[in-house]
């Protein structure tokens, strides 16, 4: 069974300072993991993915599979990064992509 | 132009009403998906049509009824609803052999039953 924890509902920084949203997962097979951003009343929105390990807005994502955990950083917030985050993981063949309850970012100015 | 468009972005109506909700995306993937956001902002998959054919049903009641004409649409029919029908309901759609990709997600369908 594929299951994502976020474990903080909401995480309040302020302006300038590091931000780290938690993600675990579990799963038995290879997952896909993935970071979505959801600003007030839009979309969802692709933001990383594991595999691209690629930096976006500032924000990158490492895979640990030894602890299980796929959690998102960023050096310096900014008030723009203020959303809900969503940890996401689907397996390799393609099967639903589940979502962890979100994580609520405020920064503060 | 829009990815994955859905239709409407706002529906009200009274319980025990029938409506749908349309969902089509113009990126020639393979798969197709509905999404539910309660007010707890927790999102659950409804559905997933993969080339016309059901392939995911989650638990979800009979009164939900999912239809793909084809594989760029799929559209949502809830009969009878109840006010814990509620919610912000998105589509989304994948190619189904590039699970890396993920997924691209519409504007969403924000229902409220009264």
């Known amino acids: 069974a594929q299951r994502v924890t976020q474990p903080e509902k909401l995480l309040s920084v302020f302006k300038g300072a590091p931000v780290e949203l938690k993600c675990n997962y579990s799963y038995s097979g290879s997952p896909e993991l993935f970071w979505y951003v959801q600003y007030s009343r839009q979309r969802l929105q692709l933001l990383l993915r594991h595999i691209s390990r690629e930096s976006i807005k500032g924000f990158t994502a490492d895979l640990n599979k030894g602890e299980t955990s796929f959690h998102l950083k960023k050096p310096f917030a900014q008030e723009e990064d203020s959303a809900m985050y969503y940890c996401?993981?689907?397996?390799?063949?393609?099967?639903?992509?589940?979502f962890g309850a979100g994580t609520i970012l405020r920064v503060k100015s | 132009d829009t990815a994955v468009s859905q239709t409407p972005k706002y529906l009200v109506t009274q319980m025990g009403n029938d409506k749908s909700i349309k969902c089509e995306q113009n990126?020639?993937?393979?798969?197709m998906y509905w999404y539910k956001q309660d007010s707890k902002k927790f999102l659950k998959i409804m559905f997933s049509?993969?080339?016309?054919?059901?392939?995911i049903n989650e638990t979800v009641p009979n009164r939900f009824s999912p239809k793909s004409p084809d594989k760029a649409h799929l559209n949502l029919h809830i009969n009878s609803l109840e006010l814990g029908d509620s919610a912000v309901y998105f589509c989304?759609?994948?190619?189904?052999?590039?699970?890396?990709?993920?997924?691209?997600f519409g504007s969403g369908t924000r229902l409220t039953v009264v």
């Open positions: 049509y993969n080339n016309k054919e059901l392939i």
């Open positions: 989304a759609s994948s190619q189904r052999d590039r699970p890396n990709y993920g997924y691209t």
């Open positions: 990126l020639g993937h393979d798969t």
């Open positions: 996401a993981l689907s397996g390799l063949n393609g099967n639903k992509l589940v």
